[in-house]
Structure formats: C-alpha cells, structure tokens
C-alpha cells in the first residue's frame, strides 16, 4: 500500500509522518478497503512508526457510521476533516469516540460548530 511506503520511508529517514485517509460515505477507503484494516496494516507493517491518522469525510453520516465502528483504530485517529456542515449535536460524540482527536477542520464547522466544539475541547 501507498501509506505503507510512505511511513517506511519517513521511518528509514527518521521523519514523523501523519497518514491521511480519504473515506467515503460508508465510512471505508475509496478503494472499497475496510478502514480498520488499514490502519491495522499500516501499523503491523510498518511497527507503529505512524504519529497518527487523519480522516478525510464528507458528511455527518460518515461520522456517524465511524462512530458506531468499534475498535482501537480510532484512539490512532488525530484529525478529522469534513466537507459539510457538522450538526452541533454531533461534537459530543466525535469527541467521545475519538479520544485523542486534536485537529478538526473543513468545510463542515462553522462558527456556531467551531464555538461548541471549544467549549468541549477547552474544559477538559
């Protein structure tokens, strides 16, 4: 896999790299790949070299179906970048299932979002 090159390569280097993957609506790789998969793969393959994972999503239904997916994937998850708006209530629980999120950005925050989203980042 690209990803796999890639964090080698930084790895061989002694780079940090951040691995970024595009999911569609059904919350899987482009390709049709289980996103758990790959980061399990990516991570057995290259010995967890990868600093962290960002997604790239389209819509709060692809949140919502990543919300619902178990697994230790998403404490790998850092950043989450939407291309729509993400409904306030939403923040909550994207906070809570992806406990070491720290970038959020995109199309989908807007300022009402942006100063919920604080207010849940900022009182930890």
Same mark, same amino acid.
Not at 24 to 48: F, M
Not at 106 to 120: A, M, P, T
């Given at each position: ?26 919350g899987d790789l482009v390709n049709g790949e289980s996103l ?17 994972? #960002? *997604? ?6 692809? /949140?919502e179906r990543l919300i619902e997916r178990p697994g230790y994937? @998403? ?6 970048? #939407? *291309? ?6 939403? /923040? ?9 999120? @720290?970038?959020?950005g995109g199309c989908g925050f807007n300022f009402s979002s ?11």
């Amino acid at each position: 896999s690209e990803a796999i090159g890639v964090v080698n390569a930084c790895r061989a280097l002694g780079v940090p790299v951040a691995v970024s993957f595009n999911v569609d609506r059904y919350g899987d790789l482009v390709n049709g790949e289980s996103l758990t998969k790959a980061i399990l793969q990516v991570d057995q393959e290259t010995r967890h070299y990868t600093t962290y994972y #960002t *997604l790239h999503c389209s819509s709060p239904e692809t /949140l919502e179906r990543l919300i619902e997916r178990p697994g230790y994937w @998403k404490e790998r998850i850092f950043g989450i970048h #939407t *291309l729509t708006h993400i409904p306030t209530r939403m /923040l909550a629980a994207i906070k809570e299932h992806f406990p070491n999120l @720290k970038i959020l950005g995109g199309c989908g925050f807007n300022f009402s979002s942006l100063d919920e989203l604080c207010r849940l980042f900022v009182a930890q």
